[in-house]
């Protein structure tokens, strides 16, 4: 009877284990459409609905991890994450070896955005305040940051950088086309922000932690299957 218990007792150990949550990352500077956060927790939005439909379908529970993003850098470092989505490699200052490339799932377009129409040229605004976010890596404008020639005003999140452009704090920010629809949707049609020049074209992934206690290509494998299937799409069109 007692080597019974012990049996049973050892097979809840093991269910339980089996049963970790898998820990998406999540940007505290991400804004609707692709995430909402209250108090410190993730609770809707297309990254929300993307991961919380990955952990299902390898039949685990999510666990999605709310950090600043140059925390999340140093935890994919240490292997304290074991999914990150909506990524590409510019955007990362390290390799991150111990993880493995998705197939991509969808594209960003970042947009030079400002409070009116009008032809502007990157390289013919010297000097010029363009809003961006903490953290962030723009890697087509990393030259003109750099020399100078365009000055960072970096806000905490992207909802937070096109409020300023909207209070009139710069004449220009930089801002993804969905986050920038998602934000217009708020204004009167006079007063909604404009798309005045594409600045980057990136296609996006996840990466996966490849280690025993992580179920890696049956992640990776549900991606494709959600590709394939239609459901990213899917996801993306709840929220346009």
């Given amino acids: ?11 809840s150990f093991s269910a339980s284990a089996e049963e970790r949550p898998l820990r998406f990352s999540v940007s505290e500077s991400w804004a609707m459409p692709m995430i909402h956060i209250e108090n410190g927790r993730a609770t809707a939005g297309i990254l929300f609905d993307l991961q919380q439909r990955l952990a299902e379908k390898v039949g685990r529970r999510a666990e999605m991890l709310v950090r600043p993003r140059l925390r999340i850098q140093q935890m994919l ?25 998705s197939v991509p799932f969808m594209v960003q377009r970042d947009l030079l955005v400002g409070r009116s129409q009008q032809q502007v040229q990157l390289n013919q605004m010297p000097g010029e305040t363009i809003g961006t976010v903490l953290g962030f890596t723009y890697p087509s404008l990393d ?17 937070l950088a096109l409020a300023k452009l909207q209070a009139k704090r710069y004449d220009y920010a930089i801002s993804n086309e969905l986050m920038l629809q998602w934000y217009n949707r708020q204004l009167p049609g006079e007063e909604k922000l404009q798309p005045l020049l594409e600045v980057a074209n990136d296609i996006v992934a996840c990466i996966v932690r490849d280690e025993p206690d992580v179920p890696t290509m049956r992640l990776l494998r549900a991606l494709v299957q959600m590709k394939q299937a239609g459901e990213f799409d899917a996801i993306l069109a709840r929220y346009r």
């Fill in 77 to 101: 470092v240490r292997g304290e994450i074991d999914v990150r989505c909506y990524v590409n490699p510019a955007w990362l200052s390290e390799s991150h070896h111990q993880y493995i490339w």
């Fill in 1 to 11: 009877m007692r080597c019974l218990s012990l049996a049973l007792i050892l097979c």
């Fill in 143 to 159: 030259t003109l940051f750099t020399s100078g020639q365009l000055i960072r005003d970096d806000a905490r999140t992207q909802e």
